[in-house]
């Protein structure tokens, strides 16, 4: 027979009034959690996606006790990138806190496997997708110190890091004063040999800084 949960056998309990408040795939999760011996408990609830109950469904097959990170008020999303962590053997203590959402998380989960040094965007200050340009980087073993800061938004910080993997010489525009498409004006102009200090300045936007770049780059070619 199989795993009976409340007296019920699995395919009983598939027909209850309970599981109506599941999707289908959210249904063959549990179903396939019960089939496997499971304490779905830890899973069964509306509040998590069919993906989010899989993720924990992993968790509880390979041991790990969910009800931990259920206790501190994460939802499934977060659960799922510690679950992960685990499952890897990373030091999930590094992101298991409160101030970080599952997308924090997963940056520093996979800098973590990646064995970069997460503590350089490690921080709650930064969003995720300022934390992945900062990862980006230093997968490519560029000087993010030169970008790592809350001043700059993760657009910013894209022209500051592809400057970098260019090797042009980005401290002419790595400064908030400059935003990020005043600072691809100035990136494009570098990439050409142009004398970008010409328009390099916070008061002319980016519509006027790229006319004087083609200007400059035509002026170029007729020399």
Do not use: H
Request: glycine share 4%; no cysteine; hydrophobic share 35%.
């Amino acid at each position: 027979m199989k795993k009976i949960y409340n007296n019920l056998t699995v395919d009983n309990l598939m027909k209850t009034d309970w599981i109506k408040q599941f999707n289908r795939k959210q249904r063959e999760i549990i179903r396939e959690g019960l089939e496997d011996d499971l304490d779905i408990s830890a899973y069964a609830n509306p509040k998590f996606t069919w993906e989010e109950m899989e993720m924990i469904m992993n968790g509880l097959l390979y041991n790990i006790d969910i009800s931990i990170y259920d206790k501190k008020g994460y939802n499934g999303k977060q659960i799922g990138q510690i679950i992960l962590g685990l499952l890897f053997n990373l030091d999930v203590s590094i992101y298991d806190k409160k101030e970080y959402n599952y997308k924090q998380m997963q940056q520093i989960r996979v800098g973590l496997r990646n064995e970069i040094d997460i503590s350089i965007y490690a921080k709650p200050d930064f969003d995720w997708k300022q934390m992945r340009q900062i990862r980006w980087g230093l997968e490519n073993n560029l000087d993010t110190s030169i970008y790592a800061k809350t001043e700059f938004s993760w657009k910013q910080m894209r022209q500051i890091r592809l400057g970098l993997e260019e090797d042009a010489y980005v401290p002419i525009y790595a400064n908030p004063k400059y935003n990020w498409k005043q600072m691809r004006e100035i990136r494009f102009g570098l990439l050409f040999y142009i004398d970008v200090l010409i328009y390099a300045k916070s008061e002319i936007n980016a519509y006027q800084m790229k006319e004087i770049r083609e200007k400059l780059k035509n002026e170029q070619k007729n020399i």
